[in-house]
């Protein structure tokens, strides 16, 4: 089943830009703000920079891995210096077709290490790329600001919680099972709810999260993942209804290699820059790389090529427009806002 295949099978609406008005509290739901470990990400702030290190030899593109300390502060330094926001370091690959766990002691060791070298040598934020709850708290005692967590709080109870207790930010995302492989958004939104709903529960505030839609991860739906994460690419709009500000991180991923045929990661530079340029036009907030200087380049010609959503204010009432949304995105947003799900159905078709 090809891109346009699927797209076509989603829903028997066409693509649409909504001009909706809500009571100012709503709208704020709609246009996203966080604070991530003190960088401003979402609506009205500029497309935000994350800087991908890795201390786990393991991982999948080997030019993102720093050998020892004084290699680490180089390269987060030179980082830095060319644009990013956010320093994230990870001591164990995530990446889902290899089989790279390694013992919790020793993610562990690697994150601490590496977060204590840098927590004196640079000064913007550093998030910690970890699924489990025990190294988040070791890394956030080493200086982490930031949880970056690709199971989206469900790999470990105890994360939640944590984030909660330490008064951290989170990058929380999409994972589990789909369901509707014919629209990937839709499954990504349903997904990221669930993880929402437990940061909520835990007292992680909103205003702390910012949420993935996990480009690469999504190895088993029904669908070749390389048209998944092109498809969930081109539609981050429909992840507005959130209320929470989008990071991607397409940077170098298999799927490059396979629309591409590239197959080294080391050679999907090329490919990766336009993925950033697309996922911004198509709002995101946020992207994570390996390679700053140029994406930093191409995420700020991106942003001034992208149309910034209209609002406009009508007595006690404020409008925001939401584009590329479906009817059923629609509908979705309406009944959220307290719309009898009747009368969503009928303004959703108009």
Known sequence: MGIHQLRSTS?????????????????????????????????GHPVRVVGALNVSPESFYRGSVAENADRLIEMAGRMVDEGADIIDVGGMSTAPYLDARVPMEEEKRRVVEAISALAGSIEVPISVDTQRAPVARAALEAGARIVNDVSGLTGDPGMAPLIAEY????????????????????????????????????????GRIVVDPAVGFFRDTGVPWYQWDARVISEL??????????????????????????????????????????????GAHAVRVHDVAETVQ?????????????????????????????????????????????????????
């Open 11 to 43: 829903s028997t609406a066409p693509w649409r830009a909504a001009s909706l008005k809500f009571p100012a509290e709503a709208r704020e739901a709609l246009l996203a703000e966080a604070d991530l470990g003190g960088v401003l990400v979402g609506d």
């Open 298 to 350: 191409a995420v700020r010609v991106a942003e001034a090529l992208r149309r910034e959503r209209k609002t406009a204010r009508s007595g006690r009432c404020e409008g925001v427009e939401l584009r590329g949304l479906l009817e059923r995105d629609l509908r979705e947003v309406m009944v959220g806002m307290g719309v009898h799900p009747g009368g969503a159905e009928i303004m959703a078709r108009k």
């Open 167 to 206: 008064g951290a930010s989170a990058i929380v995302c999409a994972h589990g099972r789909v369901s509707d492989p014919s629209d990937p958004i839709w499954e990504i939104r349903r997904l990221l709810r669930k993880s929402l709903r437990l940061a909520e529960l835990a007292g992680v505030p909103m």
């Open 237 to 282: 709009g429909r992840l507005a209804p959130l209320g929470r500000p989008i990071l991607v991180g397409p940077s170098r991923k298999s799927f490059i290699g396979a629309i591409a045929g590239v197959e080294r990661p080391e050679d999907r530079l090329p490919g990766s820059l336009p993925a950033a340029a697309v996922a911004v036009v198509a």
